[in-house]
Nanobody, 120 residues
């Protein structure tokens, strides 16, 4: 059973920073891609950033230059450093792991989400 657990959300003022962490646990052999999505109230869930096991990274245009994704492949963890936060960054942030290979199968997984609120 694979689980993704996020931490690090909270309430900050505009211009401040937060760092999100996500830990994947279970009988994991490898994870092809890990990343972050976010969903604001009344809106769809959108990609924020992803990182492959090979080091390729992808960012939404709205966060380029402000957010940085990083992975620790050995620990099956992914991080999102969020700087210069804006009120429009307010959302529930979800960790996502794609191509999770375990000893029995391969699948994709979501975390439970962590709230990030940025006040103006």
């Amino acid at each position: 059973q694979v689980q993704l657990v996020e931490s690090g959300g909270g309430l900050v003022q505009a211009g401040e920073s937060l760092r999100l962490s996500c830990a994947a646990s279970g009988s994991i052999v490898s994870i092809a891609s890990m990343g972050w999505f976010r969903q604001a109230p009344g809106k769809q869930r959108d990609l924020v950033a992803t990182a492959t096991s090979g080091g390729s990274k992808n960012y939404a245009d709205s966060v380029k230059g402000r957010f940085t994704i990083s992975r620790d492949n050995a620990r099956n963890m992914v991080y999102l450093q969020m700087n210069s936060l804006k009120p429009e960054d307010t959302a529930v942030y979800y960790c996502y792991a794609a191509g999770v290979l375990t000893t029995t199968h391969s699948d994709n997984y979501w975390g439970q989400g962590t709230q990030v609120t940025v006040s103006s």
